[in-house]
């Protein structure tokens, strides 16, 4: 039964939503990350100090909490439904910061976890995510990636009862000017499909299937695995 589920033991094996967005992109990445760790750079470090700001922003003006003790599966999500039942009647946004966390998207099912930025609560009704990216240059659309991120988050929203019907995807440049553009993404049967197939692709990856690497090699010069990576058409085009 999933209440004996321990919830340490379901982090230590589960999925990361951001996983799914990285295969999204490159499924190499998946296999990659697997190999050789998290490479932290300036690029990601500066993208995580960027959220703290916000998010501890956030957190003081959601107000006190108190700390809940989880310990299965059902606790964590337990305190992740009161904690969004709580904000909607109070008409309050929830953050994660680094150190507290409010919100833990799971996807029992599926074996997902994530942490969204935010799960905006302030109208009352349903709760929807938001998620901020920083990027060189703002895109003209949400890119596919992130759109998988934004809907296994509403996903695990669903799975405790709630219904969001869309999700709020902000991208800010890097430089100086710090520019913006905001785009809602509608949760769709379509899309919340799509990100399910992933989870079961990843899984397969993570169990030794070979990954279907990018072909495009604008994805592969940004890339921190690039490289090592014996997938990249970068190195193909060397050899």
């Known amino acids: 039964m999933r209440q004996s589920v321990s919830y340490k033991e379901y982090r230590k094996h589960a999925i990361p939503v ?3 967005s990285e295969a999204v992109y490159c ?12 490479i932290e750079t ?3 470090l500066e993208g995580r100090r960027l959220h703290e700001h916000d998010a501890r922003k956030a957190l003081s003006k959601f107000g006190p909490t108190k700390k809940a003790k989880v ?15 709580q904000a909607l009647k109070e ?3 929830i ?13 029992p099912d599926y074996g997902i976890i994530g942490f969204p930025d935010f799960v905006n609560c302030e109208n009352g009704t ?6 901020t990216k920083t990027t060189n240059r703002l895109p003209s659309s949400p890119w596919p990636d992130n759109e998988i991120q934004v809907a296994a988050y509403s996903l695990s929203l669903e799975v405790l009862g709630f219904t ?16 913006e553009c905001t785009f809602k993404v509608p949760i769709t049967p379509d899309l919340k499909t799509r990100s399910l197939e992933i989870s079961r692709k990843v899984l397969s990856i993570l169990h030794g299937a070979k990954p279907l690497a990018t072909t495009n090699i604008n994805k592969c010069n940004p890339c921190v695995y690039a490289s090592k990576c014996k997938w990249s058409p970068l190195r193909r085009q060397e050899a």
């Open 18 to 20: 951001s996983m799914l």
């Open 27 to 38: 499924e190499a990445k998946v296999s990659n990350k697997q190999l050789l760790g998290e």
């Open 42 to 44: 300036p690029i990601l």
């Open 71 to 85: 310990v299965t599966l059902d606790d964590a999500m337990f305190v992740s439904y009161a904690n969004v039942f």
């Open 91 to 93: 008409r309050k946004v």
């Open 95 to 107: 953050a994660n910061s680094e150190k507290k966390k409010l919100f833990i998207s799971l996807i």
């Open 126 to 131: 349903q709760p929807f995510i938001e998620e």
């Open 164 to 179: 969001p019907p869309y999700a709020i995807l902000r991208y800010m440049t890097r430089d100086f000017s710090k520019s």
